[in-house]
């Protein structure tokens, strides 16, 4: 089993994930445990979040880069992780301790 696929095995397997989107370059969904029409909607929405946030951060400060964003809704927490040529994005219904 690759890494990747180990990872979304575990990440997949923790009590409050809904799902994990592994998304390239281009903003396509190249694997997920969503259905697909909700995977490739997260896919795109979250790589143009993403891509804004980059570069807004290297306005800001052009030594700097993001390496991790975490939005948390009433009803959801996304977590994107840009890492190389690819994104994963992890959904979870936020724990409300």
Do not use: W
């Amino acid at each position: 089993m690759s890494e990747v696929e180990e990872t979304i095995r575990r990440l997949s397997s923790k009590k409050n994930v809904q799902g994990v989107v592994v998304v390239n370059q281009l903003g396509l969904m190249i694997r997920s445990t969503l259905e697909a029409s909700l995977g490739k909607q997260y896919a795109t929405l979250m790589s143009d979040l993403i891509r804004t946030a980059k570069q807004s951060v290297a306005q800001l400060d052009s030594q700097n880069e993001l390496t991790f964003m975490r939005i948390r809704t009433k009803k959801h927490e996304i977590m994107i992780c840009p890492e190389g040529e690819y994104l994963m994005i992890v959904i979870q219904t936020p724990d409300n301790s």
